[in-house]
């Protein structure tokens, strides 16, 4: 089920009126039961493997718990298999089938797998990534495992944040799961706001840019470079009005009974740097690949050269999380570089510009930021390499 649907202006009063109405006790099935019908609303049947993972990952937890020493790093590597495995399977094979492909054939060898007739599981990386994290979490001894099955399946399927995020922790959410909410005025009305602004920047501003993108970008051949830029200053706007405004439609609709989600967004334009933006742009995914693969990797408490891998590394997987395409992986390795080349760089600018505190500066550094930026989001709207070259070829 769609956010900007008619099915959903029926779901979320009578699960939020009911959610009120029922004993606190008796609520949490309600919420789950809605979860699995928000969700079934796509394909049925693809609950499944939801349930897999669930399933999965709540025995890794207490396996986890109970065991000692190698056996605890054991049961998370099997968590973190079947879980990256159902991700790969679902939403990477045909990519790789079809560049493995590319490469034998090129090679003047025959190859005949054939791609796999399936759809994407909605929300399937957001909700992989939500219940790896409860399992590390249980395997760091932050979190303790989960006993009742039913509240961990509505930790991972709790629907307000299920399709599109914000990336939850145990720590936050599977807290909150267990908690009391009475009706509170404020917070009602401070959630239907929140979710009237969501919807205004969905349906009214990143819609309306979505028309002329979707021209421009299926068909770049057709169109000039002056309508190619304008059509990706506009992708720029669309893409995080679209994010932003389902983000806050999910923390309103949560907020609106008593639920308190993690912010994904803070005014990621405003950025002066690409560090900072990645402070501010998906919140959620960049903290979690910060705490699960970037400080596991070593972070910056390594040697300069394993420091630089790192961060590429890093933003390499987030450019795959990102889509099965390799306009994502190339967008991914181009953030990478620009933090690379920030630190690479930072004594030669600090010299030059490390005494300047004027207003003025800090606009010069955004508007930068912001066009470095903007030359990754061709990269990312692009539907393939070639139409990559075409778009860049017209503005040289």
Known sequence: M????????????IVTIGYYLLPYKQRWW?????????YMAFVPVYILILGFTIAVDYVAGILIDRSEGRKRKW????????????????KYFNFLNQSIAAVVRGAGLPYDVPDLGILLPIGLSFHTF???SYTIEVYRKHQPPERKLGMFALYVMFYPQLVAGPIERPGNLLKQLGMRFDPDYDKIAHGLRQMAWGFFKKLVIADRCAAIVDMVYANPSQHDGWSALVATYLFALQIYCDFSGYTDIAIGAARCMGFELMVNFRTPFMSGSISEFWSRWHISLSSWFRDYLYIPLGGNKVPVPRWYFNLFIVF???GLWHGANWTYVLWGALHGVYLIAAIVFKPMWTKLFGSVKARWYRWVNVIVTFHLVFVGWVLFRAESIGHVKLIFSKWL
Do not use: Y
């Open 2 to 13: 769609l956010f900007n649907s008619f099915a959903f202006l029926i779901f979320f009063p």
């Open 30 to 38: 309600w919420l789950l039961a809605a979860s699995c019908w928000f």
């Open 75 to 90: 049961w998370l590597v099997a968590s973190i298999v079947a879980n990256v495995g159902v991700l790969a399977f679902f």
């Open 130 to 132: 939500q219940s790896l």
């Open 316 to 318: 390499l997987i987030s």
